[in-house]
Each structure stands twice: as C-alpha cells, then as structure tokens.
C-alpha cells in the first residue's frame, strides 16, 4: 500500500492540475488561522490524503526540510509540494496559492483597521479565536511525534530542544544544526554497529 501511494505520488501534475493545486493551497492559506503550525493538518489532509501528491513519509520529510529553510514555513511546504507536482511552475502556483490569501487579508486589514481596532466585538472574536489556535498546533506536534516515530526511549531530544529554548534562550538554529549533526552521527557512525 505504501509503496503504491509513493508511486501515485510520482507521476507528475498535468498542465491543467495548476488550477487545482493553485485552489487547494488558496484554500489552506485562507482558511488556517496560527501560522504555519497550524496548517499542517490542513495540508496533510489536502496533499496526502485526499489528492495523494506526496506519501505520509515524504511529507514528514517536507515538514523537516522546510522548518530547516530560511523563510516562512507554509510557503516553504507549498513550494516543495509544487515543485514535486510540476517543477518550477508548480513551486510559484503552489507558493501563489498559500501566500495570496494572506496577502490581500493582512492589506484589507492595514486599510480599515483604525475602523475597528477598539471594536469589542473584534476583540472578543480574537479571544475566542486563540485556544483554538493553541489546539490547531498541539494537534500536529503529537501527530509528527508520532509519524517521526518518537517515543520514551527518546523523546528526551524534543524536550531537552525546547528546554534549551524556552529557559536558556538557546538559538533554535543551534538547536536544529546540532540536532542534524546528531542524526548524521548517528545514522552513519553508531547506528550501522548496532
């Protein structure tokens, strides 16, 4: 089974499916509130699930490498989705779709915003809207947990990461080039003699 989805998720997008993939991640940047963390559901329900352009494995691979990138994360997936689906072109359709709706709220909102920052009602709905944001990104943290596999043996390496983070201030870039040295150690020097 899983072997088929990776060759499903081969063949390239036709021409035509742009239109597609430019509506769908439209539609992941419209609808996502909380940032990149957020959409992952979103996206892996999209991409994986329902249209099968990438495996479960690849886009945990995807969800790695583009936290690891320069840039804003949900642009960064759209982008490697769309250039796995039709290179060049479908990297901009893909990045277009996810960037587009974020760009006309954000100037819709620069424009009026005076009108309604004091607005009670505005802000109620704000308050209303943050827990629900805390579970949008909880919700992907334990299901990537899962996928990468984490478990009591090591689930030391998040905890201690996020440690380092929150409490002495550690650079998440340290955080994450000691983590890639780690797994190169690992998977080429220690893992191999086990």
Not at 24 to 46: C, D, R, S, V
Not at 48 to 75: M, N, T, Y
Request: aromatic content about 10%; some cysteine; proline content about 6%.
């Amino acid at each position: 089974m899983n072997q088929q989805l990776q060759k499903e998720s081969k063949a390239p997008l036709p021409l035509e499916g742009l239109g597609e993939a430019f509506n769908t991640f439209f539609k992941i940047g419209l609808f996502t509130l909380g940032g990149g963390y957020a959409m992952i559901p979103i996206i892996e329900a999209e991409v994986v699930d329902k249209h099968k352009w990438v495996s479960r494995e690849e886009f945990l691979d995807l969800i790695a490498v583009a936290q690891s990138c320069p840039g804003v994360f949900a642009i960064n997936i759209s982008t490697f989705i769309g250039f796995k689906l039709r290179k060049r072109l479908g990297a901009i359709t893909c990045a277009l779709g996810t960037a587009l709706p974020s760009f006309i709220i954000i100037l819709l909102i620069a424009m009026f915003f005076h009108q309604f920052q004091d607005n009670p009602v505005v802000a109620a709905i704000f308050r209303g809207i943050r827990p629900a944001v805390v579970a949008l990104i909880a919700v992907p943290t334990f299901n990537l947990a899962k996928s990468a596999k984490i478990s009591w043996v090591n689930c030391w390496i998040p905890i201690g990461g996020a440690l380092l983070i929150w409490l002495l201030g550690v650079s998440p870039i340290l955080i994450i080039l000691l983590a890639a040295i780690g797994g190169y150690v690992y998977g080429t020097l220690i893992k191999p003699t086990e």
